[in-house]
């Protein structure tokens, strides 16, 4: 692998954008009732038999130790007491439209991540502003003043440091890295706070005795490079400041997808169904928040000898409800040969093919 000189881009000003618990926060605007309590976007347990997954909450809610992505019965668990709400996804779409439109006021060049969040690179703005902090506060007060939602805001110099800005001080926070402050601010921080590096990467990272970004400075880029490939590459530039992937505005998501693997290999029928309902919902839920929706279905499937399969079924409508995947998941594993003759170690189930007018 080529090793290319350090160059850092300091000239940029980006600021990332992230909504404040964005579905529970409509819910609780919109209810005033709700106010104070611990309130769950998803499924009540208690009616459901016990499926589904949280898709956001209140602060409130988690102060329980509930969060996003956890199974709504073991939410229930840690919070018995909490407002459960299905969620209305419409209601959500529309105003995470009306926040991109206040983004539009300052800036064309806006990056969405998903429907709560986005980067915004301000270095030549509509309003002729130097100043990327007060364009970052213009636009938090506009979406109280109009919305009636705050939002926490990150600025700096590229979107690595933009996101972590933006997670550092919740809710309503605005954190600015400076070029000058960027290792000294990433020194302390837990590496797992690292954009980009997930629970895989930061076990391997934890068994290589790098816990805060100060650790990770003093690892040579080779080695990082000899554990991780290219994002070792990334690695190494990301401990010093570095990251210089612009803000792209005709980002293009071509697929959604969620997969699991499974230390308890799976055998029986209905416990792989069970499996892919869940995989089902979360893709459902990512779809709903990026706002998409797709014409194929995927199902992956992995089993104990590693043998695995991928199969594909094309659709005349485009799907994005929880039930349809989930149904089209179970038609296209019914079709498999082998099935569950053998133990599966993972099941995956993603959405391609997207439907633009969605």
């Given at each position: ?168 001080e919740k809710p309503h ?66 401990a010093r400041g570095i ?24 055998y029986r029928e209905e ?88």
């Amino acid at each position: 692998m080529l090793i290319f000189p350090l160059m850092n881009d300091t000239s940029r000003k980006i600021i990332h954008i992230d909504m404040d618990a964005f579905f529970a926060a409509v819910e609780i605007r919109d209810n005033p009732k709700l106010q104070g309590r611990p309130v769950i976007i998803g499924h009540d347990p208690r009616l459901n038999g016990g499926r589904g997954v949280v898709s956001t909450c209140s602060y409130e809610a988690r102060k329980f130790g509930v969060h996003s992505a956890m199974s709504t019965k073991e939410a229930y668990e840690r919070c018995p007491q909490a407002v459960f709400i299905s969620g209305n996804y419409e209601k959500y779409q529309e105003v995470g439209r009306q926040i991109r439109e206040i983004f539009k006021r300052y800036t064309d060049k806006i990056e969405p991540m998903s429907i709560d969040e986005a980067y915004l690179d301000v270095t030549e703005n509509k309003l002729g502003l130097k100043s990327a902090v007060k364009v970052a506060k213009l636009i938090q007060h506009d979406i109280w003043n109009e919305l009636r939602l705050t939002a926490s805001a990150g600025v700096s110099y590229n979107k690595f440091l933009a996101k972590i800005a933006s997670d550092y001080e919740k809710p309503h926070g605005l954190t600015v890295i400076l070029p000058e402050e960027a290792q000294q601010f990433l020194a302390p921080l837990d590496i797992a706070k690292f954009h980009g590096v997930g629970k895989k990467t930061v076990e391997k990272l934890h068994q290589m005795g790098i816990f805060t970004g100060a650790d990770l400075l003093e690892i040579p880029e080779m080695v990082l490079i000899d554990k991780f490939g290219r994002f070792g590459f990334d690695l190494f530039r990301k401990a010093r400041g570095i990251s210089n992937s612009p803000v792209k505005s005709n980002r293009i998501r071509k697929s959604i997808g969620k997969e699991r693997t499974y230390a308890k290999h799976l055998y029986r029928e209905e416990d792989i169904k069970k499996e892919l309902a869940l995989l089902a919902q979360k893709v459902a839920q990512s779809l709903e928040k990026h706002q998409k929706s797709g014409r194929t279905v995927v199902l992956k499937v992995r089993y104990e000898d590693f043998k695995t399969l991928t199969k594909r079924r094309s659709l005349p409508q485009a799907v994005k409800e929880a039930e349809q995947i989930e149904r089209i998941a179970h038609e296209i594993f019914d079709s498999l040969e082998e099935q569950s003759r053998r133990g599966i170690r993972l099941l995956g189930v993603t959405v391609t093919g997207f439907d633009e007018k969605y």
